[in-house]
């Protein structure tokens, strides 16, 4: 984010669509076709300038099925992005779609020169036009900044120079913060969170970031809804969150965080209720239940799955744990369909925030069809339709209506569903800091943030 600007970019602390490269608001000349001016003098960090030519050749680059670009899937409703001028694009759409500011985030724009020159040299110290550049990156040790004079954007550096620490260990991370070596650290661990807050500023932001449960619904009782929903409804998440969490989570009472702006309560509701398990069993004809819980190695992660498993075996499901590194369990056991049910944290909001994105993210292609397998089913069509209805309204209450509608459908049948959503918090010394925020998805933003 440091280093690349979309036409729009979403601020990292409160999620909110501003004009990064474009210089002002989209220029709408129907429903479907859009104009976008740049910012009269941005400039790339080779010194060249950022054209209408760069920002096609950036759309195109995501859109090529060749690159197989992670992007392409938040913006399917592109038909084309042209040039209207040196300093103009005209975006068609294959659809009206009101969140189209928001998603233009995902798409960075790129020089078009430096790439098609040189993609490997790209790729290994990439050029934007944001406010710092990069000077050096090394692997597993640090990523070195430098503020771009030449930015004329709304965000510029307050600072010369930033260097990031890659400390992957997080006693390595409180260790360096209390030391002086940084100024700032992300994901401080739950255990160390008192310690650190009677020295630090402290923030644990509410995020989106889920700890799921999602079920193998192409193997037997799994397919059972009612056998999906006992097992969440013998998760006692209050505990969960109180001594695997300390209290840094919240129970999912709706598919996003209630801090969300699109936040509706489901219908179906997981609170902690064995009896009911029992009985949901006994109706689907279910006893005897073995599993194996396939989850990974992250350490809240592994903090929280005995406690499911504890109240998995309470109610009669004889639970064993299989715990491996992230990778390796989708590699092995969930993608070719070797698994009953896989425990696991996720979070697409680090791409966006809006409903449509989060709920597609795990309800649209590769999850349904390929993890979960569910997509076949009357209710992935329903939920689909309902996504598709709400992306094409402009009526802001009736979007929010359906896509209520359609997490009422997954909460209820629950093939993947959140047990809960995670709190974030990141550390920093205020006395050498000014402007910082924490932002409630992974990583650190540097915006607006200068030296005390």
């Known amino acids: 984010m440091h280093v690349f600007e979309a036409l729009f970019d979403l601020d990292p602390a409160t999620r909110e669509s501003y004009a990064a490269l474009a210089a002002r608001d989209l ?51 592109v038909e084309s992005v042209t040039a209207a001028d040196a300093k103009t694009v005209e975006i068609k759409l294959k659809y009206a779609f009101p969140l189209l500011k928001e998603r233009l985030a995902v798409v960075k724009i790129v020089p078009k020169a430096l790439v098609e020159k ?26 070195v900044f430098e503020r771009w004079d030449k930015y004329n954007g709304t965000r510029p550096a307050k600072v010369k120079n ?32 008192q310690k650190v807050g009677q020295k630090h500023k402290l923030e644990a932001a509410q995020s989106f970031g889920l700890l799921f449960l999602m079920f193998n619904c192409a193997e037997k009782p799994f397919d059972d809804r009612r056998v999906r929903q006992a097992l969440h409804y013998a998760i006692d998440t209050d505990k969960v969150i109180r001594t695997a969490m300390l ?20 219908s179906t509701v997981y609170g902690y209720d064995p009896d009911k398990a029992k009985a949901l069993l006994k109706e689907a004809g279910v006893s005897g239940l073995n599993v194996t819980m396939v989850t990974t190695d992250a350490g809240w992660v592994k903090d929280s799955v005995p406690v499911i498993k504890e109240g998995w075996d309470a109610i009669g499901v004889t639970t064993t744990l299989d715990i491996g590194q992230s990778g390796g369990q989708y590699t092995n056991k969930v993608d070719p369909g070797k698994f009953q049910i896989l425990v696991a944290p996720g979070d697409p909001s680090v791409f966006g925030n809006d409903m449509d994105l989060l709920l597609r993210w795990f309800f649209d292609g590769l ?3 390929k993890r979960f397998r569910w997509d076949g089913t009357k209710e992935a ?12 309204t402009g009526d802001a209450a009736e979007q929010k209506k359906l896509w209520a509608e359609a997490v009422d459908i997954v909460a209820e049948e629950a093939p993947l569903y959140p047990i809960l959503h995670r709190k974030l918090p990141t550390a920093w010394n205020d006395k ?12 650190l933003s540097f915006f607006d943030v200068g030296l005390a």
Do not use: C
């Not at 209290?247 to 489901?266: F, I, L, M, R, S």
């Not at 402007?435 to 992974?442: A, H, N, V």
């Open 162 to 193: 930033m260097v990031w620490r890659l400390l992957s260990d997080p006693s390595a991370r409180v260790t360096a913060l209390e030391s002086g070596r940084v100024a700032a650290i992300e994901d401080v661990p739950y255990i160390d969170v």
């Open 247 to 266: 209290g840094n989570a919240a129970a999912a009472t709706g598919y996003v965080q209630e801090t969300h702006p699109a936040y509706a309560k489901a």
């Open 381 to 392: 069509a329903e939920v689909l339709g309902l996504l598709d209805k709400a992306a094409k």
């Open 27 to 77: 220029e709408k000349a129907d429903d479907t076709t859009y104009k976008v001016a740049l910012r009269d003098g941005a400039t790339f960090h080779d010194g060249s300038a950022v054209t209408a030519d760069d920002v096609v050749f950036s759309f195109q680059r995501v859109m090529d099925p060749a690159n197989a670009s992670l992007m392409v899937q938040f913006i399917p409703f």
């Open 367 to 369: 999850w349904p069809q």
């Open 432 to 443: 050498k800091l000014t402007g910082f925020r924490p932002i409630p998805t992974t990583g």
């Open 118 to 143: 040189d993609k490997t040299a790209f790729d290994a110290k990439p050029v934007g036009s944001g406010p710092y550049r990069l000077v050096e990156a090394t692997k597993e040790d640090k990523i």
